[in-house]
T-cell receptor
Framework: KNEVEQSPQNLTAQEGEFITINCSYSVGISALHWLQQHPGGGIVSLFM???GKKKHGRLIATINIQEKHSSLHITASHPRDSAVYIC???????????FGKGTKLSVKP | ETGVTQSPTHLIKTRGQQVTLRCSSQSGHNTVSWYQQALGQGPQFIFQ???????GRGNFPPRFSGLQFPNYSSELNVNALELDDSALYLC????????????FGPGTRLTVT
């Protein structure tokens, strides 16, 4: 069983829809990252969470440490939000990240 | 822009050859991690360097090796390339070993034929 599970694997939405991507994990962590990866490959950090909730523009990330679960929400989705969204844990003793497989989001106009 | 650069962008090699990939970290970042991302998968931790010494390693064989230099650049070397080494290779730098925020480079796409 993977230490990090994301769902769904693929998601297609219409422009304007509210989107939720989920991440569940099975190990203790010191922080959880939500990352965005565009087709070219580059990864951008969206959020780093250790508790509670963070908001940046149309993006909201929440984490429940007791339930070992985090969600990424996108309000009023737009085609430019199309990307792969990856959940990553900072749990390794060396400070390395443990990644989920990612959720491929496609937002149609 | 994260301030982390990688070269080359794309590379094609033949099975059995050796390859060197390069990463230039943000100035002042003394820790760099390397990750391998196979198609359709999340990145996997290869190793990390802290102040020019290897400071942790994932489940990768010794033919994956690295170097980190005082000028905040680093290298990933892969010997005896195998077809399964075809992947996107990402480096990520951070200010210090204990820092949480990591800054990713754009990656090098390696194809082994």
């Amino acid at each position: 069983k993977n230490e990090v599970e994301q769902s769904p694997q693929n998601l297609t939405a219409q422009e304007g829809e509210f989107i939720t991507i989920n991440c569940s994990y099975s190990v203790g962590i010191s922080a959880l990252h939500w990352l965005q990866q565009h087709p070219g490959g580059g990864i951008v950090s969206l959020f780093m969470l250790s508790s509670g909730k963070k908001k940046h523009g149309r993006l909201i990330a929440t984490i429940n440490i007791q339930e070992k679960h985090s969600s990424l929400h996108i309000t009023a989705s737009h085609p430019r939000d199309s990307a792969v969204y990856i959940c990553a844990l900072r749990g390794g003793s060396q400070g390395n990240l443990i990644f989920g497989k990612g959720t491929k989001l496609s937002v149609k106009p | 822009e994260t301030g982390v650069t990688q070269s080359p962008t794309h590379l094609i090699k033949t099975r059995g050859q050796q390859v060197t990939l390069r990463c230039s970290s943000q100035s002042g970042h003394n820790t760099v991690s390397w990750y391998q991302q196979a198609l359709g998968q999340g990145p996997q931790f290869i190793f990390q360097y802290y102040r020019e010494e290897e400071n942790g390693r994932g489940n990768f064989p010794p033919r994956f090796s690295g170097l980190q230099f005082p000028n905040y650049s680093s290298e990933l070397n892969v010997n005896a390339l195998e077809l399964d080494d075809s992947a996107l290779y990402l480096c990520a730098s951070r200010y210090d070993l204990g820092s949480y925020e990591q800054y990713f480079g754009p990656g090098t796409r390696l194809t082994v034929t």
